[in-house]
């Protein structure tokens, strides 16, 4: 009876927050498919996730949610007709926790999270404000906690390569990459200046200077991307660069997040502050070079990139320096040659 029941499960998992938040979720989807194979997953996400999840082939189908608190009752009722068998919410608050329990799901996993935890049928201690770990880290534990809970049994999982494209997608990508003037007979550093949320990133001049570096470094091509609302400041910086490196363009449109997810993948290098493009860049594996800022929620162990070994380097200000707008990058230029020449530059 219990394999029939394995068999026809449906499990909800949630993570509805920021972009970065839901890459580093990604080897927690995996866990739990790994452990119950014949189970539907399905991603409870808002819609700039969307094409991520439908990318992650841990996960079966997905459900957007309208981040509506009058239309939550609505849509607590929309997954109750679902008939889900277990939640597994990674990120938990009161929206989260009330939506959840309407909908009446019998299993309802989440962190111990103040008040709301009570709403849940289980709950973690965790305690991830002390970034002791890694985010990806906190989210596998609960899943192998959900994991528990549903009798199943878990393994260590491997945490990377977690995004990935067809050579066919890659090439068809690059084609029409070409069309804007991207170079593949270089290496392409694609170069992502804007970082929103809660981090700050480098100053202007000082990503001139990183980017004058590299292009010492290796035979590059410089893609400078740019967000909804950033081109401004992306153009900005290319222009102060025409006839300073040889090879660079401006990349600030593309056709949705699936699109800008397989430019990302013809990279050979990926540079931005702690944000979402850079830990889709880790998730693709990518190598990545991170500026994260000096808060302790925010540390380079506690976000750091779904990267294999020797494919990240992160950097944070030093004790001098209140954040990463007073960061002076050549003095990580040494940093950046080692690394690059070890690990990379082959």
């Not at 499990?11 to 509805?16: P, Q």
């Not at 919410?89 to 008040?115: D, E, G, H, M, Q």
């Not at 401004?232 to 290319?238: I, P, T, Y």
């Amino acid at each position: 009876m219990l394999a029939v029941v394995v068999f026809l499960m449906k499990i909800l998992v949630v993570r509805n927050d920021k972009i970065g938040d839901f890459v580093l979720a990604l080897p927690a989807f995996k866990a739990i498919k790994e452990a119950f194979p014949q189970a539907t997953v399905t991603a409870l996400v808002p819609s700039y996730t969307k094409e991520i999840a439908e990318a992650c082939e841990w996960i079966d189908d997905v459900l957007i949610d309208p981040k509506d608190n009058e239309a939550k009752s609505d849509f607590a009722q929309t997954i109750s007709t679902l008939h889900f068998d277990a939640a597994l919410c990674l990120f938990s608050n009161a929206y989260n926790a009330t939506l959840l329990r309407k909908a009446r799901i019998p299993v309802r996993v989440a962190p111990a999270t103040k008040w709301v935890q009570f709403l849940y049928t289980h709950t973690l201690r965790q305690r991830r404000s002390k970034s002791e770990k890694a985010e990806f880290q906190y989210n596998l534990d609960l899943a192998y906690y959900f994991i528990d809970v549903l009798k199943g049994s878990s393994r260590v999982i491997e945490p990377h390569r977690l995004l990935e494209f067809s050579q066919v997608e890659l090439e068809q990508q690059k084609a029409k990459l070409m069309q804007i003037g991207i170079q593949f007979d270089r290496k392409t550093c694609f170069v992502h200046p804007v970082t929103g949320g809660s981090s700050n990133t480098l100053s202007q001049t000082e990503w001139q200077s990183l980017i004058c570096f590299l292009d010492g470094l290796d035979r590059f091509h410089f893609v400078v991307t740019a967000g909804p609302g950033e081109g401004e400041v992306s153009k900005a910086l290319v222009d102060s660069l025409i006839g300073k490196v040889a090879s660079i363009t401006l990349y600030d449109k593309n056709d949705g997040v699936k699109d800008f997810m397989r430019s990302i993948a013809v990279a050979d290098l990926f540079i931005a502050g702690s944000t979402g493009p850079l830990h889709i860049a880790g998730a693709l594996d990518v190598p990545t070079i991170g500026f994260y800022p000096k808060k302790r929620s925010s540390t380079p162990l506690r976000w750091q990139t779904l990267n294999s070994a020797g494919r990240w380097l992160p950097f944070i200000p030093n004790e001098e320096q209140d954040d990463l707008s007073q960061l002076t990058v050549k003095d990580r230029f040494s940093d950046i040659q080692n690394w690059y020449t070890q690990n990379i530059g082959k």
